[in-house]
């Protein structure tokens, strides 16, 4: 499958589904670095981006998924609700911040 160089992306707007934030904010992921840009040019206003509550969604799952088992040898109660709501500031409300700023007009 061919790449597009985000050089030569000249589409007015874009649609940002959830491999593009979970590789964005993965330790080590061979798009991290891209999915990074992507999303840079966005939030400085070079391409619009828009997604869905759908993805958000499964943004949410899979960051809360990958916790559980990082954690597994743990018991899986330790997973206290103060990290949820930690996950949630640092992870999906700046997302959803980032949504309504960009596009408005959907709200």
Request: proline share 3%; aromatic share 10%.
């Amino acid at each position: 499958m061919d790449r597009i160089n985000l050089v030569d992306f000249t589409e007015p707007e874009i649609f940002i589904d959830t491999n593009i934030f979970i590789y964005a904010i993965a330790k080590n992921h061979r798009y991290k670095h891209i999915c990074e840009r992507l999303l840079s040019k966005i939030n400085d206003g070079e391409i619009i981006g828009f997604t869905s509550s759908t993805a958000i969604n499964e943004l949410f799952h899979t960051v809360l998924v990958g916790e559980v088992r990082k954690n597994m040898g743990k018991m899986i109660l330790s997973i206290s609700l103060k990290r949820i709501r930690m996950l949630f500031l640092n992870v999906l409300l700046p997302i959803v911040y980032l949504m309504t700023y960009l596009t408005p007009e959907l709200l």
